[in-house]
């Protein structure tokens, strides 16, 4: 329950600080990817500190769940991060291209990663809330 909250909450803040910022309500900011904080990570990192506050910090399923939110937290500021790079360039050359010559093609997504700075933060939310919640 801890990781659904945390993966929750985090959206909405995105949500309201995304309406904030661009002073406009963007519902994709609700389920969309990238983002202050990470909610992925918000999860993972709630998800493992609540399985080690329950089976213990040197337990084998607190190690397992530890290392798939390193893989998590990982893919969210590495790999994903690195396909929203290769996403801007290529809409940077289809529009290029549709500018000059009649080309079809549909622009990709490219906010599908978080920056570090975002994982963190997210990563630090999980664990903050999970140890202020955890009965």
């Known amino acids: ?6 993966l929750i909450s985090a ?7 995304a309406a904030v910022l661009s002073r406009r309500v963007d519902f994709t900011r609700l389920s969309g990817m990238g983002g202050m904080p990470s909610a992925h990570s918000a999860s993972v990192c709630a998800l493992s500190t609540a399985v080690g506050l329950e089976s213990g910090f040197g337990s084998p399923l607190f190690g397992a769940v530890a290392f798939f939110s390193i893989l998590v937290l990982y ?5 994903r991060q690195a396909a929203s790079r290769q996403a801007r360039v290529l809409n940077r050359m289809l529009d290029d291209l549709k500018a000059h010559h009649s080309v079809q093609g549909e622009r990709l997504i490219e906010l599908l990663g978080h920056t570090t700075l975002e994982v963190v933060v997210g990563a630090a939310y999980g664990i903050a809330l999970a140890l202020l919640l955890y009965p």
């Open 1 to 6: 329950m801890l990781a659904l909250l945390a």
């Open 11 to 17: 959206q909405l803040f995105k949500f309201g600080f």
């Open 75 to 79: 893919d969210a500021a590495g790999i």
